[in-house]
């Protein structure tokens, strides 16, 4: 084989590598948002400012504790969960009970209270760029392998792969949680058919608050976990917003192993497409799988049958 | 009699009005300049740098009098580095403020917008951090520029790497935005025309988590040099996975902007040791008063200035020099006082002049700084030298 052509091989190698741990975090992203529209059937535009306040959390733990971001993890997590159910009991059930006009006030409520969580933590923290200084941050795992008498070094970020880790045993918990225990039962059961599950005794009231609580939870710990890699500002919700949004139409609206995919699907096709297509057209190459989802696979990837 | 008190009347009104009029030295007198900035957002962290300075500026020449006995008061409003909002920013400054002189902004996608409703208002705006070229290519009559155009931005890097670096391949990576473009367009030419072969021109979209892909991409073409146009965040994000990523090129060199801040030193810790960037003024410039402006600004904010806050310093200087010059205070007259400015400032020489297609543009030596020991040296010219430079790079590997 040519170093020509085990060139290449590293190139996308490296980027697959690359794709799948991004994608990983990605998934995270998306299954929180998954959840809450799998069970409220609305799509919960302050998704990204959620994490948005994790990730402050996870600053701050960082710069006045003294804790590891990943440590910190479990403060973000359970302190997403309260701010979450909050917003849905005192914000979005109010709303969701009045027959309104517009039958998508209370996704316009969540873009409201996401501009406000957005606006308050410029107010505090200012328009500051912050990010946590730990000293694996660009730490990598070299991997020397030979394929056809080449030898290729593939590289493993650190806190990607730790990342990664933490999100499938996030995801695989939710999934135990929602398969196994009697209130995934409950949840699962709400989001089947919210009246028939009231029927049967459910208060599908007190479910949607720990839907809303367990889908902030989970985007405050991909939050927490982007931390090392990444910075963080008011800001940075928005794009993140769309990511899950892209997720969780690409895993077909609630379906929690399809965001896992749309996940990984998301980060994969970013990797590749800023390799073999261009960088700059990163962000539009989601968007291009994204319409191609909607429009042949109205269900998503992972959908069948029909509505 | 009637005549008589007719005439006296005509005498008393046309009198009455020089009544009112104050004398020319009052102290209380303000000329309010409008500032469109970005204060929140991406590059909030530019924008509060120039603000820190225009303030500082204002305040000293206030102390002293003012600029003709006029105070140089500064309205700032944060346009988030949106076109659109500076846009109406600058229309309300203009229309209904009724400001006769505008300033400031940030991105070159910003200044373009603000210089184009200048120009339609007639009013004059002095740009002096927006780089792109086309800025001051438009033949525009009341649109001037204070910073060199993006172009001339690698001046001095070309004289360092063509008697210094001698690389024969460079990778190019740059913010697909109007200064990005023009700094790494004017970069490929320059290589293009001295033989130096450019294996990669890649534009990337700002705010990206990761840039490992390209990263790698730029690894499996081995280039002696890898240049980047980027503003602060992804700047530091491009030094970090590229340490990870074990790329070793001879060296990394930046196109100002982002890589000029203090703020990636923090971002980009380790990972921004030795990085080389083209810059237009540092602290250790020769310029008088550069020095002063430095030590006060970082008195004032716990924070060293880059080139963007110099700039911000010396336009209100301009302004004052304006002022005393200018015959009044219209729009008009202002821009006829700024076309005449030929003055010297902490930023360096200031003079409006057409050259090549650009109008209305001041020009001037670019620098070559580099981070060592975790602080920013100007490493080139030799002339302006503070430090000695280190290139090429040691490998990542053999780093302690």
């Known amino acids: ?307 | 009699m009637k005549t008589r008190r007719l005439i006296m009347v005509i005498a008393l009104l046309l009198v009455a009005p020089l009544l009112f009029v104050p004398p020319a030295a009052a102290q209380d007198k303000t000329f309010t300049v409008g500032i469109s900035l970005p204060l929140t957002g991406a590059e909030a962290k530019f924008g509060e740098m120039k603000k820190a300075a225009y303030e500082m500026a204002a305040a000293e020449i206030n102390a002293k009098g003012g600029a003709k006995g006029y105070r140089i008061v500064y309205d700032i409003q944060d346009s988030g580095a949106k076109p659109e909002t500076a846009t109406s920013i600058v229309e309300k400054f203009i229309t209904i403020n009724k400001y006769p002189l505008i300033v400031g902004e940030y991105t070159s996608q910003c200044s373009y917008a603000v210089a184009g409703v200048a120009e339609k208002y007639k009013v004059p705006y002095l740009v002096d951090t927006g780089a792109a070229d086309k800025i001051t290519q438009q033949g525009w009559k009341y649109v001037y520029r204070l910073n060199p155009p993006s172009s001339l931005y690698g001046a001095g890097l070309f004289t360092f790497f063509e008697e210094v670096a001698k690389p024969q391949s460079i990778a190019l990576l740059y913010e697909n935005t109007d200064f990005g473009t023009s700094t790494s367009k004017a970069m490929q030419v320059w290589c293009e025309k001295k033989g130096i072969k450019v294996v990669l021109s890649e534009g990337y979209q700002a705010g990206a988590v990761d840039f490992k892909p390209i990263l790698q991409k730029v690894k499996s073409l081995r280039p002696d040099i890898v240049y980047m146009v980027s503003y602060l965040m992804d700047a530091s994000l491009l030094m970090r996975q590229s340490k990870e990523l074990d790329i070793n090129p001879k060296a990394f060199v930046g196109g100002a902007a982002g890589f000029t801040l203090p703020e990636f030193l923090e971002n980009a810790a380790d990972a921004s040791e030795y990085v080389m960037s083209a810059t237009l003024w540092t602290p250790q410039v020769k310029y008088p008063g550069a020095k002063e402006f430095a030590e006060n600004y970082q008195k004032k904010t716990g924070k060293a200035p880059s080139y963007h806050g110099a700039e911000a310093y010396a336009t209100t200087y301009v302004i004052a020099d304006v002022l005393k010059r200018t015959k009044s205070l219209s729009a008009e007259d202002l821009r006829a006082a700024l076309a005449a400015t030929d003055m010297m400032t902490a930023f360096g020489p200031v003079k409006f002049t057409a050259f090549d297609q650009f109008t209305n543009q001041n020009s001037m030596d670019t620098l070559v700084l580099q981070v060592i020991k975790k602080k920013y040296e100007t490493v080139w010219p030799k002339s302006a030298a503070s430090g000695e430079f280190v290139f090429p790079f040691p490998r990542w590997r053999d780093r302690k």
């Not at chain 1, 971001?69 to 005192?90: E, N």
């Not at chain 1, 990984?264 to 968007?287: H, N, R």
């Open chain 1, 1 to 307: 084989m040519s170093g020509q052509v085990s060139g290449q091989l590293e190139l996308l190698l490296q980027t697959l590598i690359s794709g799948l741990l991004l994608g990983g975090l990605y998934s995270l992203i998306g299954l929180g948002m998954s959840l809450i529209m799998g069970v409220m059937k609305i799509i919960n535009l302050a998704h990204g400012e959620l994490m948005m306040i994790a990730m402050y959390v996870t600053f701050w733990c960082f710069t006045l504790a003294g804790m590891d971001p990943y440590v910190s993890v479990l403060i973000a997590f359970p302190l997403l969960f309260i701010l979450g159910a909050a917003i849905q009991k005192f914000l979005i059930a109010p709303v969701m009970e009045v027959e309104s006009i517009l039958p998508e006030n209370q996704v316009l409520l969540t873009v409201g209270i996401g501009l406000v969580l957005s606006n308050l933590a410029l107010l505090a923290f200012s328009a500051d760029y912050r990010s946590v200084p730990v000293s694996y941050a660009s730490k990598a795992i070299y991997w020397d392998v030979s394929v056809g008498g080449q030898s290729l070094s593939l590289s493993f970020s650190v806190p990607m792969m730790v990342a990664f880790g933490i999100a499938l045993v996030l995801g695989a918990s939710l999934f135990l949680f929602l398969a196994r225990t009697d209130l995934g039962r409950m949840i699962r059961a709400t989001a089947q058919d919210k009246r028939a599950a009231a029927l049967m005794g459910i208060n599908t009231k007190r479910i949607t608050y720990v839907t809303f609580g367990l889908g902030s939870a989970l985007v405050g710990a991909a939050g927490s976990l982007l931390v090392p890699v990444y910075y963080v500002f008011p800001q940075i919700g928005g794009p993140f917003t769309l990511k899950a949004f892209i997720i969780t139409v690409l895993g077909g609206m609630g379906n929690i192993p399809g965001a896992v995919l749309g996940g990984v699907v998301l980060g994969l096709a970013e990797a590749l497409g800023s390799v073999y297509v261009s960088l700059g057209y990163k962000d539009a190459i989601g968007f291009v799988i994204f319409v191609l989802v909607l429009i042949f696979l109205p269900k998503g990837i992972l959908g069948k049958g029909s509505a």
